[in-house]
Every structure is written in C-alpha cells, then in structure tokens.
C-alpha cells in the first residue's frame, strides 16, 4: 500500500493546481493599472475553473467590463470593430445574467447595449435607450444597490436624450443622478474625474442662477420626501434638503451659489485630488487637463 501511495503523493505534487478565481486580482488591474488587456487574460483563464454559477457570474460581469474598455480605445471609423467588442462586451454580461441575476450584470449589459446604440448613431441610441433605463432601474430598485456607475449611466441617459414627446430626456433628473453618483462614489480605487466633470458641465448648460436655485430646490425637497422608489426619488435628490443642501467640496449650501459657481468649485476640488494623486494614472492627467480647458472657459 505505501509503495503505492508514495508515487501518487509525488504525481500531485507536480501537477499544477487549477487557477482559483480573485476578485481583487481583478479590480487590481482594471482600477489601479488599467491594465484592460491583461484583466481580460487572467478572466478568461480563470473561468473555466469557476467554482459554481454564483463565481461564473462575477468572473463574466468583469469579462462584459474589461472588454467594453478596451473596446472604447478602438479608433472611432473603425465601426465594425467596435460594434464587434462592444457586442461580446453585451454577450458576456448575459451570460453573466443567465448563470446569476445581479446588479453588476445587468449594470454593464447597459453599458454595452448604450455603446452600441451610439455608435449606430442618434436614432438607434433612442431605440437602446428605454431597454437601458429598464436595466439600470433594476439594478436601483429591484437590487436596492445604489449603484454609484449606475447613476452616472441614468445621469448621461436623462442629458443626452431629447425631452418629450420624442423620449424621456431631463435636465434636472440628470443632475440629480450624477449628484446621487459623486455622494457614493468609489473614493478607494478612483479619483472620479469624469464625475466631477460631468457634473460641473451639466450645471453650466443648466446655468441657473442662485436666487432661481434656492426656489427650485425647496419644490425639490417635497419630492424627494414623498418618493420611495430609488429611481424616482433620486430625480430629486440635488433638492433634498431644499435649499439648505450641503456638499462636501464646497462651503455653501446650494440655495446660495449659482450652477456656475458650484461648477467652478467642482473643478478647483477635482484638480486639487489629482495633485495630491502621487501617482495619477494617464486617463486621470488626461482626465485633468479637461478639467483645466472647462474651468477656463468658464471662469
């Protein structure tokens, strides 16, 4: 018996174990390097040793994530490709959804289907744009996850698209989503630019004036009080405290600043976090020189 054991013992030893799947490995590469590519490779190479659906379904969500980011830095007249990653970016995330429903599949199957839709152009944007909104609105109802991409991806939705009759398009629903979107915000693993700019943009299109701010907002907090439904009490969340609204980059509350001061403030925040930054990655300086060109053009 142990001249049989001892071999077997040394065969398992030499055998190369079967890659285990690190959620963190993940985030690592996609967050910290940007290393898009390279957090596709390990996915795919983990995969097929998934533990159960539950594991399948996270390791395919970040699959639909990684391959829609390097599907964005495939050149714009390259249509066909584009529409090609962008399209396995969607499969992955239904794959994701068929072996586990969660907020982060049907978050980026979203995603996907909104980037096809834009490079299909305006009319097919309108056509992808009630699908999106019903997806993302179970990530936000159904999962309860106040999910902070989730928002901006509502936010864009509600600026980018015309208002009725032709869609559902809404300044201020916009601007209270993407407000909803920086207040839980992953501050851990980004700097969150683009929000901050995002937002700042949006205010100076709206260009309301601090005395038109203050009475706006006060009707906005007896919406956002009555509203239970995540998706619809955030329409109102930039007035939810009415007037006296506070936020965390500025020294007064919004009834007393206009949309354009608040975006200058915005700004001023977003750059002095990307100073601090030791080590900003290239899409955060990129990143912050538009916040430069913005802010001086407003200023």
């Known amino acids: 018996m142990k001249m049989i054991m001892i071999p077997f013992l040394i065969a398992a030893a030499v055998l190369p174990l ?116 019903g997806y993302i609105e179970r990530v936000q109802n159904d999962f309860n996850a106040d999910m902070s991409d989730a928002w901006y991806v509502l936010s864009l939705l509600y600026n980018q698209l015309p208002g009725a009759p032709i869609s559902f398009g809404n300044d201020n629903y916009a601007i209270s989503y993407i407000r909803r979107c920086i207040d839980t915000q992953d501050t851990e693993n980004r700097l969150n630019l683009t929000n901050f700019l995002e937002l700042a943009q949006q205010l100076h299109d709206r260009g309301w004036s601090a005395s038109k701010r203050a009475k706006e907002l006060d009707k906005m907090a007896e919406r956002f009080a009555e509203e239970s439904v995540p998706t619809e009490k955030m329409k109102f969340y930039e007035g939810r405290d009415g007037r006296d609204t506070e936020v965390f980059y500025a020294s007064a509350p919004l009834g007393e600043m206009s949309d354009d001061q608040e975006a200058m403030q915005l700004c001023y925040y977003a750059l002095s976090l990307y100073v601090a930054e030791m080590d900003p990655l290239p899409s955060e300086t990129e990143r912050a020189y538009e916040i430069e060109d913005f802010l001086s053009s407003i200023s």
């Open 18 to 133: 079967a890659a285990s799947f690190d959620a963190a490995e993940s985030d690592r590469l996609f967050y910290h390097e940007e290393a898009f590519e390279a957090d596709r490779d390990y996915l795919l190479s983990v995969l097929p040793d998934a533990e159960d659906e539950s594991e399948r379904a996270a390791i395919l969500w970040r699959l639909s994530r990684s391959t829609l980011y390097i599907t964005d830095g495939i050149d714009e007249d390259d249509k066909d490709g584009r529409l090609a990653g962008y399209g396995e970016s969607q499969t992955y995330a239904q794959e994701s959804l068929d072996a586990e429903e969660t907020a982060d599949g049907y978050h980026w199957l979203a995603s996907a289907i909104g980037r096809i839709g834009q490079v299909n152009g305006p009319l097919n944007s309108l056509s992808k744009a009630k699908p999106m909104r």
